[in-house]
Nanobody
Framework: QVQLVESGGGLVQAGGSLRVSCGTSGLNFRSYTMAWFRQAPGKDREFVAAIRSNSYTYYADSVKDRFTISRDNTKSTVSLQMNSLKPEDTAVYLC??????????????????WGQGTQVTVSS
């Protein structure tokens, strides 16, 4: 049984930093593209960042140069370091695993496995 479990969310002031992580089990972690999406109340799920099995990374324009995604294949974990946080970054952050083609790496429908999410709240 595949499981993805996020941790590390919380409340932080604007300009601050937070790191969220996702532990996985039951999948061949090294073979998967891992991604972070986020969903704010009343809004669609939004791509944040992805890291492929070869460790190439991809970011949404809104978080580029502020967020860093990384993976540890020995521990089957993926993390998202978030710096210079803004109130508009407030959302539930979800970890996802899939094998999307490169041109569709931002498409949430192509990710097979999902975690439950962790809340990140940025106060102004």
């Amino acid at each position: 049984q595949v499981q993805l479990v996020e941790s590390g969310g919380g409340l932080v002031q604007a300009g601050g930093s937070l790191r969220v992580s996702c532990g996985t089990s039951g999948l061949n972690f090294r073979s998967y593209t891992m991604a972070w999406f986020r969903q704010a109340p009343g809004k669609d799920r939004e791509f944040v960042a992805a890291i492929r099995s070869n460790s190439y990374t991809y970011y949404a324009d809104s978080v580029k140069d502020r967020f860093t995604i990384s993976r540890d294949n020995t521990k089957s974990t993926v993390s998202l370091q978030m710096n210079s946080l803004k109130p508009e970054d407030t959302a539930v952050y979800l970890c996802a695993a899939g094998v999307p083609i490169l041109s569709a790496i931002r498409d949430s429908s192509l990710y097979r496995h999902w975690g439950q999410g962790t809340q990140v709240t940025v106060s102004s």
